[in-house]
């Protein structure tokens, strides 16, 4: 065999023979001892060279240069050369100043306050551009006053209402996780919209939202609840209640276990109370620092930051049979104001309404509703631990198996009336089951039940956006965030500084004329997180 003919052993050759094939083997001849072979260098490369040292680039960093200028030239012949010139070896950088990291991904710059003047003439694309959608309705709100009410701690470098509107950027665009602003690191245009050159990083977030206490976010809920009340977004005549476990899946997790209605068993979680203005199906109120000893007093202090909010007011409370004791209900009666819940029925309960006569077929209005004929029979009954008498109304034939137990102090209202309000509670578990699809509400990356709360008050806020938008919007009044994420905020668009105004420009897509319809004109274009700056919203 060869190998045995020159010596060689059965691995070396075959590693020879996988050399060859694979042109790894120099044939070229080899430097005779004594001698470097050096690698001439014109003077047109050496000034190049020394250029770019100049500018502190290492010669890794300048090899790559003269590559794509066609010069190949090793690093070594690039470092003889630096030395030859008299420039010493550059200290050793951390990767944060080469811009490198580890894994060979770039590293964005660090968010900081922009000033307008010094973007004007700057032109640049951006994937987010759509959230600027959102500015007038920000607008309208007052951002500004809502941030000072609720005194949000800020800094010099990123101010507390441009934090709060980077929150709000990654709630708006559906973002799961607040570690997940890595995906937008490099857009200038989201930055813009909070007023920054680009989004805070995942470290300066997470820090921030561990800034903040309960009065921080019970003013911000306040304030802005306030605003939209303004506005005239709630009617809040009828107002819808409802718990919510938001499950928490750490092994260290110190929260209580609650009952998970969507999952039907009893989990880890934090347990959150949503109350919705039952005609505009906005949420009005958040509250997640509840404990299972608290739960039933949460009707109790939802209503005392209602008519603070506005005062004098008498709104009907519609909720399910375990959200409160029998006992609330009679401090709600005693303070006059109506509500509408569930008996907790039992087996002999339900035999006692099937033997009952005297039933009355009634009509509910709702073109979707496949039993808007249900039968009634109403009574009055007394409830052990409730002073004083209530209205029972039984329904059946409502697509249920067995009957529901209506109770209710509102003697006066037509049984139509109260069996139509307490079937749009539903609104409110679908308004939970939007903001966990789209709004990620139960993507906890946190135990902690402030942090939890601040999450769950930004997602009120942007539902609220979102609704805003949608009234704009002719046929799509009635559509989810989901839709009008689909249709009308995701996509690119070029964002172009000129004379202090902030143009923004959609490329053509298939609902751009709806866009167009708006009526932008009266709406504040502006950018709250630029002072105010002048929008111009432009739809090819």
């Known amino acids: 065999m060869v190998a045995d003919r020159f010596g060689f052993s059965h691995a070396y050759f075959r590693l020879l023979k996988h050399q060859f094939r694979h042109g790894k083997i120099d044939f070229s001849e080899p430097v005779s001892e004594g001698k470097a072979a050096r690698r001439r260098v014109n003077a047109a490369v050496r000034y190049k060279i020394k250029t770019w040292r100049e ?88 951002l500004d006053k809502i941030v000072q009410a609720a005194n949000l701690p800020g800094n010099k470098i990123i101010p507390a209402q441009n934090y709060l509107l980077s929150f709000l950027a990654l709630k708006l665009l559906g973002t799961e996780r607040y570690s997940h602003v890595g995906d937008h690191a490099f857009d200038p245009g989201l ?86 203005d039952a005609e505009s199906k906005l949420m009005l109120y958040t509250g997640t ?88 029979h109403e009574s009055y009954i007394n409830l052990r631990g409730y002073t004083g008498k209530l209205r029972q109304i039984i329904v059946r034939g409502n697509g249920h198996e067995k009957p529901a137990f209506l109770v209710t102090n509102d003697f006066d209202a037509p049984v139509e009336l109260v069996v139509s309000n307490y079937a749009r509670r539903w609104r409110v578990e679908n308004g939970i089951a939007e903001a966990v699809k789209f709004f990620h509400l ?45 249709h009308f905020i995701k996509g690119k668009g070029n964002i172009n500084v000129k004379n202090g105004t902030i143009n923004v420009t959609y490329p053509k897509r298939a609902h751009n004329p709806v866009l167009r319809g708006v009526p932008w004109q009266n709406l504040p274009l502006q950018v709250p997180g630029l002072n105010g700056a002048p929008l111009n919203l432009t739809f090819k």
């Open 55 to 142: 500018q502190h680039l290492s010669a890794g960093e300048i090899t790559e240069l003269l590559s794509e200028d066609g010069i190949d030239i090793s690093v070594r012949t690039v470092e003889r050369v630096l030395a030859e010139e008299g420039f010493k070896k550059l200290p050793r950088r951390i990767r944060r100043k080469t811009g490198i990291t580890v894994k060979g991904a770039e590293i964005p710059e660090q968010s900081e306050r922009v000033v307008l003047e010094n973007l004007n003439g700057q032109r640049f694309d951006s994937a987010g551009a759509g959230i600027f959608l959102f500015a007038p309705f920000l607008a309208q709100l007052k």
């Open 289 to 376: 620092d509840i404990q299972r000893a608290e739960a039933d007093d949460q009707v109790l202090s939802f209503l005392s930051f209602w008519q603070g909010v506005k005062r004098g007011s008498e709104p009907t409370l519609v909720f399910d049979s375990r959200f409160t004791s029998y006992g609330n209900l009679s401090v709600l009666n005693s303070q006059e104001i109506s509500f509408i819940t569930l008996r907790r029925r039992g087996q002999k309960q339900i035999e006692n309404a099937n033997k009952l006569t005297g039933w009355k077929r009634i009509h509910i209005p709702h073109n979707k509703r496949k039993f808007p004929n249900p039968q009634v």
């Open 191 to 276: 930055g813009l919209f909070a007023g920054l050159n680009i989004l805070p990083k995942s470290t300066a977030l997470s820090t921030y939202s561990y800034s903040l206490d309960e009065a921080h976010i019970l003013r911000l809920q306040t304030a802005f609840v306030k605003q939209a009340s303004k506005l005239g977004l709630y009617n809040g005549n009828i107002i819808n209640l409802d718990f919510h476990t938001t499950p928490h899946y750490g092994d260290e997790s110190v929260l209580e276990k609650h009952w998970a209605g969507a999952r039907g068993k009893v989990m880890k979680g934090a347990l959150c109370l949503f109350a919705q």
């Open 442 to 486: 139960n993507s906890l990356s946190s135990p902690i039940l402030v942090k939890i709360h601040f999450d769950v008050a930004l997602t009120m806020v942007a539902d609220t956006l979102y609704t805003m938008l949608a009234d704009k919007l002719r046929g799509f009044e009635d559509c989810d965030a989901p839709k009008l994420y689909r």
